[in-house]
């Protein structure tokens, strides 16, 4: 939907952005189920991240008797299907959208296209770039943080959740586990831009304003350490190793795919498959806002929603002049 009321868009979804139904007051369960069973869960791109975590874990996972001790040949393999998901992924989406730009613009959020001659990325080009810290960085440390809890789990220093005695606990980990992610990316995302951390780390992301596949994970170091605590969960609350896999691999493609740039894969004149987070997008552009999703309403209870109006920018704009006149009156 193009409107000359927000011309800084080349599309956007309707305005104002609707925070999911699940946790709101007074309750609606009707439309909290209606959002699961939907495009909330159901029909979203965790359904094809669960496929790929099945895959995984049934056909080319290392056998379980190897996670007892680190050695290389397992961690390696461990390493190398996950780089492969996201070189699939990424790789995939990038060359469908912004390479070949085989769906053009339509649903196409910026007009601006990624950065292909600017000296702050690696060689002047924002792909390569990410494709750096990606690779290097993020899916190493992501594949450090799975590797330990393998290990924990196949010297059993804590407990398996298992399928037959537990089946309706084994299925709810799949749903209660995107939320957790969101919720723990807010308050690690405020962290993040605490202005020492910010500077020392996050503005390694936040150089990507317009953003494309390979910038959901384009990190330093720092921040992923910090952004993949949430696997933690799994040393303190039980679970499956399959829920850890589901869980790393929800990480990685969903960083992925919201940075896609897009808002769905279209059919004809149909879309098909969410994919870019319009929420999102607008912390790329305007910074002090929307640190998290709109699963979870952390924004919206702690006054940093930015709902995609032109009102909602000028409310942004507005907290950061009082910012910066503290700053300034402090100095």
């Given at each position: ?37 939907g ?17 995984v ?19 390696t ?51 390569w ?67 020492p ?65 897009f ?20 912390h790329h ?7 998290g ?6 924004d919206?209870?702690?006054a ?18 009082v ?9």
């Open positions: 939907m193009n409107t000359d009321s927000q011309p800084a868009w080349a599309w956007h979804p309707r305005l104002p952005i609707k925070k999911a139904p699940v946790f709101v007051w007074p309750p609606r369960p009707v439309a909290a189920l209606g959002y699961l069973l495009g909330g869960l159901l029909f979203s791109p965790l359904i094809l991240t669960l496929a790929v975590s099945l895959v874990w049934f056909f080319l996972t290392p056998d379980r008797s190897h996670w007892q001790s680190f050695s290389p040949g397992w961690i393999q461990v390493f190398g299907v996950n780089l492969a998901v996201v070189c699939l992924v990424a790789g995939g989406l990038h060359l469908f959208f912004h390479t070949y730009r085989r769906q053009a613009d339509s649903r196409k959020f910026d007009f601006n296209e990624l950065d292909r001659n600017n000296q702050k990325f690696f060689a002047g080009n924002q792909v770039d990410n494709i750096f810290w990606t690779c290097v960085s993020g899916v190493t440390l992501a594949t450090t943080y799975q590797v330990v809890i393998m290990w924990v789990y196949a010297n059993e220093l804590v407990a398996w959740l298992d399928w037959h005695s537990s089946p309706v606990l084994f299925v709810l980990w799949f749903v209660v586990l995107p939320f957790w992610s969101s919720s723990q990316f807010y308050f690690i995302h405020r962290l993040l831009h605490w202005k951390l910010y500077k020392l780390a996050h503005q390694v992301h936040h150089r990507n304003i317009s953003i494309g596949p390979w910038s959901g994970l384009s990190m330093h170091p720092i921040e992923h350490i910090l952004f993949f605590t949430s696997f933690l969960i799994h040393l303190v609350v039980v679970s499956h190793p399959l829920h850890l896999f589901f869980h790393v691999h929800h990480k990685l493609i969903n960083s992925i795919t919201s940075h896609t740039g808002s769905h894969w279209m059919v004809g004149d149909r879309p098909a498959l969410p994919l870019g987070d319009f929420f999102h997008q607008l552009r305007y910074f002090d806002c929307n640190y999703g709109t699963d979870v309403p952390w919206d209870w702690f940093s929603y930015h709902d995609g109006t032109p009102e909602g920018t000028v409310a942004v704009r507005q907290r950061q002049m910012r910066r006149g503290k700053a300034a009156t402090w100095s």
